[in-house]
């Protein structure tokens, strides 16, 4: 039995488990796979790959060594829909530009709903490791949701976009981006 409690959690109750989950626009992405689905995952056997400061420094490095010395970074959360939207549409754009995309998520998100919200929205895999990175912290890339990044020349640019950016304005954005690159 599904319940909205006074909190705007919606509550599970079975003879079983009581699971709750914080009402959030998210929700209205996996309504068409049904709410029930939420919680069939156990967290216990859910082990979530995160993306820390090493892992920055060698996609950074490793673009450098292999004539790619370029690439974006997109921070999106799952409790925000339209930074689940907008995934797919940096993928398009690193596809157009020839340049790979690091999709992170949310270090706050529940584990749970996002790797529900990738099925149900079609996102890759990659796109369920968890931003670690204390660069990309410190450049604020945490503050708001979704969040992108581009870097080049063995370095990280000198802004972020943060927010949902049309198509248009996201491609003029990386594009400035990489002009002094």
Excluded: K
């Excluded at 796979?33 to 892992?55: M, N, V, Y």
């Excluded at 790619?68 to 799952?78: H, L, M």
């Excluded at 690193?94 to 079609?122: H, M, N, S």
């Excluded at 890339?141 to 304005?169: C, E, I, K, M, Q």
Aim: with cysteine; hydrophobic share 50%.
């Amino acid at each position: 039995m599904l319940t909205v409690d006074r909190h705007m959690r919606i509550r599970r109750m079975s003879a079983h488990a009581i699971r709750c989950l914080t009402l959030g626009s998210a929700i209205l992405l996996l309504a068409a796979a049904g709410i029930d689905g939420l919680f069939d995952a156990r967290a216990d056997e859910i082990s979530p790959a995160t993306f820390d400061d090493a892992d920055l420094t060698e996609a950074i490095s490793a673009g450098s060594a292999t004539g790619t010395p370029r690439g974006i970074v997109y921070v999106w959360s799952p409790h925000m829909p339209y930074s689940v939207h907008g995934l797919q549409d940096v993928l398009d754009l690193g596809q157009r530009l020839e340049l790979p995309v690091i999709a992170l998520l949310d270090p706050d998100a529940d584990w749970q709903l996002a790797a529900r919200v990738a099925e149900v929205a079609g996102l890759p895999g990659h796109a369920l490791r968890a931003m670690r990175s204390n660069r990309l912290f410190d450049l604020g890339v945490t503050l708001h949701y979704p969040t992108l990044l581009v870097f080049g020349a063995g370095r990280l640019g000198d802004a972020v976009l943060p927010g949902h950016a049309s198509p248009a304005v996201g491609e003029a954005f990386v594009r400035a981006q990489l002009m002094g690159r």
